[in-house]
């Protein structure tokens, strides 16, 4: 544990410990160091450190090496602490005795260190009082600058106008501006205010390499006996302009348009986004035609704040002729990028289609495109032109001949003809537009081989063009012939969905087989039929609460249920062999209720399965019983 005894300095006092208490010149500090013998302290350690305000702020100390046993149970050390003590800042040539520690608030502060290893400390609050001069500089934006990304530092691009408030108990006899570096001009000193405590002046910068300069240059004030106070940093943003390109062509349309603008900074300015914005940055663009003004795009979030990747500048709708189009860029600081831009302003050469889209082509034939073109401003000419199908060209020649040529539909589909067109000032119009051949198409059915009588069967067909692209709204017919009969009849038409399904849904009646047609879509595909699909209906068939107990050469009576009723049906009751197979037992002929009771004897003990089979026939397929056990005593 460490307790303050005292604190007193040349600004008097009695040693008292308090808050804040005021400290001058030399400090003298008593404080006691409480151990025990399983923590003896092995140093101590006194300080008063600097408020970090300038660069070159030290640390004011005094350490104690304590022997063993000297602080047990405690021991009183006292220490002197120079509070006005200095060093050289900023180089011997352009330095300052600046001091170490800061006037203001402080603290006193006090390390005990022991072998564990273990630190005790313990600080009590001062206020220093060297009556050094106090500097301020007005201009200067605050600290939230860097963190709101507002412009930081002093303007310094062609000049710098420095003002800066200085104040001091023991007057101020000069504000001097310094720098550590070689490339700023030497130091200079402000001058005096005739009235009030800003003093000013004014340095030719023009010859200063562009950057942020943040550590490299001070203002510090001298009181009348020489003291120099607390050096302030003097952040300051040299910009002396930067260059910008405009991605625009030589030859351009007359089209109002907006226009990337590439811009570059010197490599010291040119930050990444959002450093950049407490540098420097374009924030308008006045484009001018032939030296009069057309139009100024203001700062915007799509246009600067910081862009590096360039800007947009408009462009309003210009006259035919040759021009020069001059970008005239301005930045947050005042600084320029100018450029002059040559342009000539012609129209596009419109093609007009003569031949191609009169009518839709079919798979392998001969297929005629031609076009002719004109230009609205009369001078402008198709000087080459190159006509092509899918990115492969069919034609190509020049003026005077117009474009024209003949292509082979060799595939079905929609196919994208390209005329592109370059005049003789090297303005190029590209015009596209799509051809669609005529596609065949595919119908594919599916659904249940084996349905249930009087339960749901869904038939899906799946219609596809020549390529594999589904034919969305085709319309299919789902037909159906009855087993026994040769006439195909429609039983549905159905729109094929965005994939080319489309899903019929019936009741099973009977044994027969399905096929879907795809009607013709005029001018888009043709019909289709797909492959038959033979479809078998079994009866349903059930066991009303078979009995699962018997006893054997006693008989037992078994009813099973089924429809459809069709006169005569016999159902046979079966019961399966040790191999595998089945054999009948006994018959029952269905009545007009669904309903066939049979009486089986069981000829032994032990455990029976059984089931129920009903004989397929035109109508019907097979169909047989779920089974069941019987145990037999």
Known sequence: MVT??????????????????????????????????????????????GGNQYQGTGTVKQTFTLSPGQCLPSCTLHATLDTAATQQFGGAANGVAAPLVNDGANSVHVEVDSPRPRTVMADAAVTVDNNRPVVTLPDLPGDDAWTTYKPVGLSADGELSLRATATGDNGVARVRYFSPRTAWPAPVDLTAPDSGATWTTTLDTSAVPAGLYAGD????????????GSPVPAVTVVD????????????????????IVDYAYPPAL??????????????????????????TTPVGAYTYQGNTDGFIADVDQLPYGTHTLTFDSVDNRGAHGRVDLPVRVVSETTPTWTSGFQDFPVTGSSWKLAATTSAADGVSRAEHWTIDV????????????????TWKAAAPGVHEVTLTIVSQFGDTTVSSMPLRVLAATTTKLTGPATSTYGRTATFTATVTRTGAKPAAGAKVSFQYKQAGTTVWKTRATVAADSTGKASYATTARYNGAWRAVTAAKNLTWASSTSTTLTSHVRAVLTVSRPATTAVHNKPVSYTALSSPYVKGTALRFQARKKDG????????????????????????TGTWTLRVYRPGTTDLTNTYSSSWTVRVS
Request: charged share 15%; net charge negative; no cysteine.
């Open 390 to 405: 899918d990115g492969t060209a069919v034609a190509t020649g020049g003026y005077p001949a117009q474009p024209s040529g």
């Open 581 to 604: 197979t089945w054999v009948t037992l006994t018959s029952a002929t269905l009545s007009t209720t669904g309903k066939a009771t049979a009486r089986i004897t069981f000829s032994h």
């Open 4 to 49: 303050f005894d005292g604190i007193s300095s040349d600004a008097g006092g009695d040693g008292t410990v308090s808050a804040g208490q005021t400290v001058t010149g030399t400090t003298d500090v008593t404080f006691t160091v409480h151990a025990d013998p399983d923590d003896e302290p092995t140093d101590a350690v006194v300080s008063i450190t």
């Open 240 to 259: 002396h302009g930067f260059t910008i390109t405009p991605k625009l062509g030589t030859v351009i349309r007359p089209d109002k348009t907006p226009v």
């Open 217 to 228: 240059l001070y203002v510090v004030a001298y009181d009348k006996d020489g003291h120099a």
């Open 270 to 295: 040119n930050k990444t986004f959002p450093s950049n914005l407490n540098y420097a940055y374009p924030v308008s663009t006045t484009v001018s035609l032939d030296g009069k003004a057309l139009t």
